[in-house]
């Protein structure tokens, strides 16, 4: 008794006859199908380079489509030269040019011998299928799929989209029950005669032509009509990602397929050489493997597809950007984002750099540049200050300045001058703290040598743009730890939130404030407000602040700030 191999083979020609060659010296005939794609001339070399063994032989060409018919027939003109010029084959495995057995062939031999009436081949019917990715699953069977998927996109669609509009259904021959599963099966020798001799075969190859992936579906079907013991399941390692494409082997996985435990592989690239150096060996030289068990490195593929869908925190990747929603962590570490404190105090950022020993930036989305910390122009990661640049992607150059600068918590100013700031971004952030004290945007204009009238118009503007970026700190949807005070209140007692703020940075948590920021003087401040009211301007961020001298009011006790978690 022997096992029968079927190779599908449609590319790297001098890989398929390595490995048919194994076959066939361990006694296992191999039928081969070659695409009729591809060229003659190169299929002449192919065939005269495997003549001289009589245990390799090639069937009839078919042209294959993935998702076509081509296919099925090849198969299945494979199959029928098999049965016909090797009587003493009892199972037939399907593989294809890019499966690698992993295990001596004589266990795979042992293995089918003792299971003499078993098929194995997946089999499941559509409601029970979970690997359908983006594809079809009932429709596949009761629409008409004439068009390529490949090739010939929009029509498929728009084809799909006409049966659906009309209500086309075809009707599924009498007897059978749709199945799936994978394309790469192993059955007996009496189940795939009873296949391809079957008197209705015509009406199911004409019924099967018309679906969408009929390989995976008309073996899958057929066989749960004649054999007798199914067990659902290939015998070949086949992984697919997310998306449904196929995991490709390589050599750094050659220790992973060898935990498998698994009889044949694919798809196995071309030039692995230790894959196939490591397992196209003698029996002697091979490794005592236990019952097939892919479900052992299941784990591992399970984490690959982790690490591809979500990636490392904050750290944008090729395999989900630009994708909304696929962040695994907006950004990759915490940082701080101060509103309206350079405006208060003289020298804040060196200041806040030695109470904390954190990196603080200036406005990093100010209209003229980012002000980077000590006037840097390019911080680590080729990160420009550019406004151009910066602005082309302001989210992703916050993400990559945090990333970048990982390891070192970032500082930096927000106001609201700075337009193009992602404030919704940073306020959705579970990384940021915002600190903010409104209506300190007006400190510069009262200190400004303009016209008044273009300082009304100015802080008006302000006003409104700060106004927009309150709402989206205090927006349901905000993540950050942000904190509020308006600028009266602020300057009431401005040791207590800045010693909050210091000790959730949590460089010390234990250290108290020595050393205060000088603020800016604000002599003339609350009167400079009045005259914005009187000029029918109404600022209201700042809070009530009096018209008397601001040193005045810090005597007032200290009041808690307005907290956003």
């Given at each position: 008794m022997s096992v029968g191999i079927l190779m599908l083979v449609h590319t790297a020609l001098d890989r398929a006859e390595q490995v048919a060659r194994h076959w066939a010296n361990a006694g296992c005939p191999v039928v081969i199908h070659v695409d009729k794609k591809v060229p003659r001339k190169t299929y002449d070399r192919f065939v005269a380079s495997c003549s001289d063994h009589s245990m390799i032989v090639f069937c009839k060409r078919h042209s294959c489509e993935w998702g076509m018919w081509g296919i099925v027939a090849a198969s299945q003109s494979a199959a029928e030269m098999m049965l016909e010029q090797f009587a003493d084959v009892h199972h037939i495995y399907l593989s294809s040019g890019s499966c690698?057995?992993?295990?001596?062939?004589?266990?795979?031999?042992?293995?089918?011998?003792?299971?003499?009436r078993t098929d194995f081949i997946e089999s499941a019917t559509t409601a029970d299928v979970p690997w359908t990715v983006g594809g079809l699953d009932h429709e596949r069977f009761t629409l008409r799929f004439p068009f390529s998927w490949k090739k010939r996109r929009y029509l498929f669609d728009k084809w799909v989209d006409i049966q659906r509009f009309v209500r086309f259904k075809r009707t599924i021959p009498k007897g059978i029950v749709p199945h799936m599963g994978s394309q790469w099966w192993c059955l007996t020798r009496q189940t795939l005669s009873a296949i391809l001799q079957d008197p209705d075969r015509e009406v199911f190859d004409k019924f099967f032509k018309r679906v969408w992936i009929p390989d995976e579906s008309y073996f899958q079907t057929l066989a749960r009509v004649y054999s007798s013991n199914i067990e659902s399941r290939s015998l070949t390692l086949s992984k697919f990602d997310f998306q449904g494409k196929p995991h490709i082997f390589y050599d750094d996985h050659l220790q992973l397929l060898r935990r498998s435990d698994c009889f044949v592989a694919r798809k196995i690239?071309?030039?692995?050489?230790?894959?196939?150096?490591?397992?196209?060996?003698?029996?002697?030289?091979?490794?005592k493997m236990s019952e097939p068990n892919p479900a052992k490195i299941d784990r591992i593929f399970a984490k690959a597809v982790e690490r591809r869908t979500k990636g490392r925190s904050g750290l944008y990747m090729q395999s989900r950007f630009p994708n909304e929603g696929w962040e695994n962590g907006m950004t990759f570490g915490r940082y701080s984002v101060f509103h309206g404190f350079t405006e208060l105090f003289e020298d804040f950022e060196p200041w806040l750099a030695r109470a904390t020993g954190t990196r603080v930036h200036g406005h990093l989305y100010a209209p003229e540049r980012a002000e980077f910390e000590g006037g840097q122009r390019v911080l680590n990661g080729a990160l420009s200050d550019s406004p151009k640049l910066r602005d082309y992607n302001p989210i992703a150059f916050l993400t990559n300045l945090v990333w970048n600068t990982r390891g070192e918590r970032q500082c930096f100013q927000v106001g609201p001058r700075d337009e193009g700031a992602p404030v919704w971004f940073i306020c959705k952030d579970p990384n940021a703290q915002i600190s903010v004290i409104s209506g300190a945007w007006a400190i510069p204009l009262f200190k400004s040598n303009m016209n008044f009238a273009d300082i009304r118009k100015e802080a008006a503007r302000l006003q409104k743009l700060e106004s927009d970026q309150l709402h989206a700190?205090?927006?349901?949807?905000?993540?950050?730890?942000?904190?509020?005070?308006?600028?009266?209140e602020f300057?009431?007692?401005?040791?207590?939130?800045l010693q909050t703020i210091i000790d959730e940075i949590g460089t010390d948590p234990t250290r108290r404030l020595a050393e205060a920021p000088k603020m800016t003087d604000l002599a003339g401040f609350g009167q400079f407000l009045q005259n914005l009211k009187n000029q029918g301007m109404h600022p209201y961020l700042m809070g009530d602040f009096p018209v008397t001298q601001a040193e005045n009011e810090q005597k007032k006790p200290p009041r808690k700030p307005y907290l956003v978690q």
């Open positions: 690698l057995p992993l295990r001596p062939v004589q266990e795979l031999k042992d293995y089918l011998a003792a299971r003499p690239w071309p030039h692995a050489e230790k894959i196939y150096g490591g397992f196209l060996r003698s029996p002697e030289g091979a490794i700190l205090r927006s349901p949807y905000a993540k950050a730890r942000v904190r509020i005070w308006s600028l009266a300057i009431e007692a401005p040791m207590e939130p």
